[in-house]
Structure formats: structure tokens, C-alpha cells
């Protein structure tokens, strides 16, 4: 499956789920003072960014070690975003478990709140499907941290003018499109895999 710039860029912000993560940001951060929230925000996506961009950069030499094709990434990555689509639609119970008093560094915010197994899956997936253009995925990687650190930081004044009901909305909106684009990386994986099946058969 060929991402353009624009779709890499919608498919890393539907990944990270900036919307999602709002609830999660808010009840780690409710023992942070408020003066201090927005800087440990700005911090937690510059980990997560850090983390993606690593992956960008050693994805090629992580799947031959594994001895992973791209074909096997793109379905197997095709099946974790419908799952994490899934559950952006259908959100398990008891999801607001409680963290322990004071600020939180890395996890659970960097990781895997943003960063989490999709989100590396996916830039992994990228990079190894078209090498020569990872100007451009770290490009689309810059905007989605960028959106992910706007919205997080007025992540109150969100919740306050749109109302929870909105925010949901929006969080199930992403997650039928999600599911969309999922279904889609699997049928194009299965179709490949059909075609290279039968180009080996005499």
C-alpha cells in the first residue's frame, strides 16, 4: 500500500489518537500542578517523537534481524490498527485506573499513550515500504506531534467548550475512519500475497 505525505500524516494523528488520549492525560496530570501541565506535555511528546524517530531510523535493520518481510508487517499492522480501532469505538471498561501521586515520566504518557505498539508498528511499516522517502514520513511525523502537543495542552479548554459528549464523538469518528483504513491495509497485503502465489506456481 503507496502513503502519500497527506494520508502517512492523517493515518500517524488517527494512530496516536490525540483526542483519545485526553482522559488519560488529565487523570495523569491531575496531581501535577496546573502551571506545570503544559511543560510536561510539551516533554512527553518529545519523548514519544524521540522514540518514533529511532524507529524510523533502525525499522530496516529491526526487520531483517527479526527476518520479517514487508508483506507480513503490512497485514500483521493492518490487524493491530483495527484493533486499536476497535477499541477507540467500543473502549473497554476500566480504562481510568489510577496512577500514583506526582509527575509522570515516560510512562504512561510518552509510552504508551502516544508511542505505543501501533505507532511504531505504523512508521516502521513506512520506512520499510519506501526508504528514499523518510525526509518526507519525518516530516509527517513532526506534524503529528505537533497537533498531538496542541491538542493535549488545551486538552482542558477542549473538554470545557466542546463537552465530554463532543470529545467522544470526535474519538469514535477517528476510530471508524481507522478501521477503514486498516481493512484496506489488509485486503492490499492479502491481494500481493495471492499475486506472489500465483506468479510462483508453474
Not at 20 to 39: S, T
Not at 73 to 89: E, K, N, S, T, Y
Not at 94 to 112: F, K, N, Q, R, Y
Not at 156 to 166: F, L, S
Amino acid at each position: 500500500m503507496s502513503y502519500t505525505f497527506a494520508s502517512a500524516t492523517i493515518l500517524l494523528i488517527l494512530i496516536t489518537d490525540p483526542i483519545g488520549n485526553i482522559p488519560i492525560f488529565a487523570n495523569a496530570l491531575r496531581h501535577v500542578a496546573p502551571a506545570r501541565r503544559p511543560w510536561v506535555i510539551l516533554r512527553e511528546v518529545l519523548i514519544a517523537f524521540i522514540l518514533l524517530l529511532t524507529f524510523m531510523f533502525v525499522g530496516e535493520a529491526f526487520l531483517r534481524l527479526m527476518n520479517l518481510s514487508e508483506l507480513s508487517l503490512q497485514i500483521g499492522g493492518g490487524v493491530i490498527l483495527f484493533l486499536i480501532a476497535l477499541r477507540m469505538i467500543f473502549p473497554p471498561p476500566g480504562t481510568d485506573a489510577s496512577d500514583p501521586a506526582g509527575e509522570p515520566l515516560i510512562v504512561p504518557l510518552a509510552v504508551p499513550a502516544i508511542a505505543g505498539p501501533s505507532a511504531l508498528a505504523t512508521v516502521l511499516l513506512l520506512v520499510s515500504q519506501a526508504p528514499a522517502r523518510r525526509l518526507e514520513w519525518i516530516g509527517a511525523l513532526c506534524i503529528t506531534m505537533a497537533v498531538s502537543a496542541i491538542i493535549l495542552v488545551l486538552a482542558e479548554r477542549i473538554q470545557r467548550v466542546a463537552g465530554e459528549r463532543i470529545v467522544i464523538a470526535l474519538e469514535r469518528l477517528m476510530g471508524l475512519v481507522l478501521v477503514a483504513m486498516a481493512i484496506e491495509m489488509i485486503l492490499r497485503g492479502i491481494k500481493t500475497f495471492a499475486l506472489q502465489i500465483s506468479q510462483t506456481q508453474p
